[in-house]
């Protein structure tokens, strides 16, 4: 299968591991991965924020940039479900009604990374291995706007070597939400000390999820507490072999 990367801005700038081992493990799995170098920013930001009308040429972009593919992936539910569900929303508010079209057609061949290998590609087992114990984060907008559900964990599940240990109140929010995290600091700051002791009591090695943005901000605050807990995106994991 011929699928093409959606990087996200976060793994352009800070995160690249995350964008690399999403090509390492589909190209182990068999499949062509290509890299459209016309993509930028979904526009999240800018609708999340109040700025719908500067995010309408980023939707125009992705709709131009991705519309030849038949598969695109996306290693962020947060990114993810920002191109199903406001793309086409963004472009009928401004009166676009052949944008929004075209973003709708295009969001329905958008599949964050969990949602691609389970659903699309029908695995699960997908041959890592990964000696760690590893709690997983499911993020806000992967379980309630992309609603991937189990599939990440369902895919951790299989990885050898791996002890997966269940995080306490794991679907309760780690306090980044993007710029809620700037406005509303100190309960951002709150909810993140909870998601750390939830964190470390189970006594994981690694804590993983599907969005960088919120592995970011629990990252940062894991490592200023010294708890020497690291953070790991998904795609890190399962793209991990005995042999790499």
């Known amino acids: 299968m011929r699928i093409a990367l959606f990087a996200t ?5 800070l995160f690249p591991e995350a964008a690399k081992a999403t090509v390492r493990l589909l190209e182990r799995l068999g499949h062509e991965v290509v890299f459209p170098f016309e993509q930028t920013c979904c526009g999240q930001m800018h609708i999340n924020t109040g700025y719908q009308k500067d995010a309408l040429p980023l939707v125009r972009r992705y709709a131009k940039t991705f519309d ?12 993810a479900g920002s191109i199903r569900h406001q793309h086409g929303m963004v472009a009928s ?6 944008l929004a079209a075209r973003s709708e057609s295009v969001a329905a061949r958008t599949y964050e990374l969990s949602e691609l290998l389970v659903d699309v590609l029908g695995m699960e087992d997908v041959g890592a291995y990964y000696p760690h114990r590893v709690t997983y984060h499911p993020t ?6 992309t609603r991937v559900g ?5 895919l951790l599940r299989q990885v050898r070597g791996l002890d997966l240990v269940e995080l306490p109140a794991a679907e309760q929010c780690c306090g980044f939400g993007g710029t809620f995290s700037i406005k509303n600091a100190e309960t951002s700051t709150a909810m ?3 998601k750390m002791t939830n ?12 969005d960088t943005s919120c592995l970011m901000h629990i990252g940062g605050g894991l490592s200023r507490l010294r708890t020497g807990v690291r953070t790991v995106h998904l795609a890190e994991i399962l793209a991990s072999t005995e042999y790499a």
């Open 9 to 13: 801005c976060l793994a352009d700038t």
């Open 68 to 79: 030849p593919y038949e598969v695109i992936v996306v290693p962020s539910g947060s990114c």
């Open 93 to 98: 508010a401004y009166g676009d009604a052949g």
């Open 140 to 145: 806000c907008h992967s379980l309630r706007m």
């Open 150 to 154: 189990d599939k990440p964990l369902r």
């Open 192 to 194: 993140l000390a909870d």
């Open 199 to 210: 964190i470390v009591s189970t006594g994981a090695d690694v804590c993983t999820a599907g």
